[in-house]
């Protein structure tokens, strides 16, 4: 069955750095672009964090995010990453990764598969 799992999370202090990695199985990976989304705090909705497609060639970001955060993808690993650098506090979040099937860039259809997420918690 379809899985992404989420790994590398967290505690960090401000100004610290984390990777994360989305390892995915059960759908052919290589045809789908990759997100990763955080939601803040329960009830909070969930805020797009960056996107990259399928091939790697090309990456979106969140406006608060660029520049700190970049991600990368190795599809013979079926595994996406997301650098995370210059953390603050307010990155404190529960981050998932997120499959659609490549169709057009940036992504135009809701995302089809979700991770449960990975706590990163950043201390001031």
């Known amino acids: 069955q379809v899985k992404l799992v989420e790994s590398g999370g967290g505690l960090v202090q401000s100004g610290g750095s984390l990777r994360l990695s989305c390892a995915a199985s059960?759908?052919?990976?290589?045809?789908?672009?990759m997100g990763w989304f955080r939601r803040q705090a329960p009830g909070k909705e969930r805020e797009f964090v960056a996107?990259?497609?399928?091939?790697?060639?090309?990456?979106d970001y969140a406006n608060s995010m660029k520049g700190r955060f970049t991600t990368s993808r190795d599809n013979a690993k079926n595994t996406v990453y997301l650098q995370m650098n210059s953390l603050k506090p307010e990155d404190t979040a529960v981050y998932y990764c997120a499959a659609t099937y490549a169709t057009a860039w940036p992504p135009p259809r809701p995302y089809d598969y979700w991770g449960q997420g990975t706590q990163v918690t950043v201390s001031s």
């Open positions: 996107a990259i497609n399928w091939s790697g060639g090309s990456t």
């Open positions: 059960g759908f052919l990976f290589s045809r789908y672009d």
